[in-house]
């Protein structure tokens, strides 16, 4: 019995020595190595609620994360957490979000959840706001549904709007300003590496919707450098995504910041997100849900494996398009990406990037009068250059060694499930990759 024991136990011994030693060489490889542990998971970052100026209650707003497929939620309301007692009066609520709108919260959830006081049918009638941490038992499940605590630092410089959300944040940060946008955008970055560090934990965060009030420049966006992700598809339709005469679309300024950064300025590199910016639930109108998401691939469903996913760029940004896989293979230099594709849609596969040797002709934009205005400037065609096109659900881009970054872009020719412009069609961004600094 005895011997057997110790047999038995000097067996396992051996077994989880060679374990250990059969997972010594893993150890060196890159993430996109160990791909078997790691799963996709669907999130919005970027939501707003009655909290702010939104038009539903929180919970019902992530009720309907939860019921169309997604993992995790960050509510991103302005310069406020889901915390406290708050009252909101009813006919605010019904103001926003129709006269439906409280019926639709008791259908859900029942008179015994919704707190009000007050006479109904006067300007003392009154609902209470849930907390996140009263909601998020309704809400969550454990590897399926995860809400994570975040908040839309909505800062002002120079009179334009400077909105950066914090995912992951323990307590609210007050906007910080500044004399320029950059310097705000710098401030309130500060802020949140302060809090982070303070709190042991990851904060993510990321630059809003760059265009809305066409307040910050790619310029700027370069500039702060430990700025490491912005929006580069927002849903909401007030946030010009494709610019106009004198302004560059998001897109556009995605690889002007990133030529800048890693050719100049010896930052890292931007990485894209797609966010719906919600704050209309109800109708058609407004800023809706559903339009644009990140799908990100981590170990598990937790705010510190997601944001360091996001961290070493293991995730895409999507208005629509699925992929199977997207995967940098460093000893080969090729960057792959494999669409999920539906029946009876094409898709188009542009790999993007930026040479060494680029041309740096840069021009100010002018107005009418010939003076320099204050947005991002002309930048030659050799920036963010179109280096290969794939027609087909997926490709592959071999690198030539002279790239500062690639990145790939996946169009398809289907419609947009609700457009917040004109001709919008569902498509998916990787993540750039820096191939030489
Ligand atoms: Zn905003
Ligand atoms: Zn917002």
Do not use: C
């Amino acid at each position: 019995m005895n011997r057997n024991r110790n047999l038995k136990s000097s067996f396992s011994l051996i077994r989880m020595l060679g374990l250990a030693l059969a997972l010594v060489p893993f150890l060196d490889l890159n993430a996109e190595e160990l791909n078997d542990d790691l799963q996709w998971f669907k999130g919005n970052l970027h939501t707003h609620t009655l909290w702010s100026d939104g038009n539903d209650f929180p919970e019902m707003a992530a009720k309907w994360y939860v019921d169309h497929g997604y993992n995790f939620l960050a509510l991103t309301d302005h310069n406020i957490l889901s915390e406290g007692e708050k009252w909101v009066k009813y006919s605010l609520v019904e103001s926003r979000g129709g006269k439906d709108v409280l019926k639709k919260y008791l259908e859900a959830y029942g008179d015994d959840w919704v707190v009000t006081r007050g006479e109904p049918g006067t300007d003392s009638h009154e609902i209470r706001l849930k907390t996140l941490e009263q909601f998020r038992p309704t809400v969550e499940k454990t590897g399926q549904f995860l809400m994570i605590q975040a908040e839309e630092i909505s800062d002002r410089s120079q009179g334009k709007p400077i909105h950066m959300n914090a995912t992951n944040l323990v307590t609210v940060i007050s906007p910080v300003g500044g004399e320029t946008p950059r310097q705000a955008m710098e401030n309130n970055l500060r802020a949140v590496q302060q809090q982070a560090r303070r709190i042991g934990k990851p904060i993510m965060l990321h630059l809003n919707h760059p265009n809305f009030g066409y307040a910050v420049t790619a310029e700027d966006i370069a500039a702060v450098v430990q700025e490491r992700f912005f929006e580069v598809y927002n849903g909401h339709p007030g946030v010009n995504q494709l610019g106009d005469d004198t302004h560059v679309s998001i897109e556009r300024m995605w690889d002007i910041a990133n030529t800048l950064r890693l050719s100049q300025l010896n930052g890292e590199v931007l990485y894209g997100v797609a966010t719906d910016d919600t704050h209309n639930y109800h109708g058609r109108g407004g800023s809706r849900m559903g339009r644009g998401w990140v799908m990100v691939r981590a170990s598990d469903l937790s705010p510190e494996s997601l944001i360091n996913a996001m961290n070493r760029g293991d995730f895409y940004s999507s208005s629509g398009v699925t992929l199977e896989s997207t995967s940098f293979n460093k000893k080969k230099g090729v960057l792959s990406v494999k669409v999920k594709p539906e029946e009876s849609v094409n898709y188009r596969i542009e790999f993007i990037g930026t040479r060494v040797k680029y041309d740096r002709t840069v021009k100010p934009r002018k107005d009418k009068d010939g003076n320099d205005l204050a947005v991002t400037r002309q930048y030659s065609a050799d920036v963010g250059a179109t280096l290969k096109t794939v027609e087909g659900p997926s490709a592959s881009y071999k690198v030539a060694g002279d790239e500062i970054y690639v990145r790939a872009v996946v169009h398809s020719d289907k419609p947009h499930v609700d457009a917040s412009f004109a001709g919008q069609v569902q498509q998916a961004w990787p993540q750039p990759v820096v191939i030489t600094k």
